[in-house]
């Protein structure tokens, strides 16, 4: 599955602290472009980090790192 390759390595950038807690989170659009992914799929990657707690999503703000 190739989700699970995108969540692998925006879990992998997380944990060598790339995105720094508290700050926001890419944007899909450049995400998938970056991954060269449908931005469909790095929307389910990002889901299922804020599932984990990893990321919080702020209305009208979009998605932050949270704290661990």
Request: charged share 20%.
């Amino acid at each position: 599955m190739a989700g699970v390759a995108h969540v692998v390595e925006l879990r992998r950038r997380l944990d060598a602290g790339q995105y720094a807690p508290g700050t926001r989170f890419p944007a899909v659009n450049g995400l998938a472009a970056e991954l060269d992914a449908a931005p469909s799929t790095v929307q389910k990657a990002v889901a299922a980090l804020r599932t984990e707690g990893r990321l919080y999503t702020v209305l009208g703000q979009g998605s932050f790192v949270a704290e661990k």
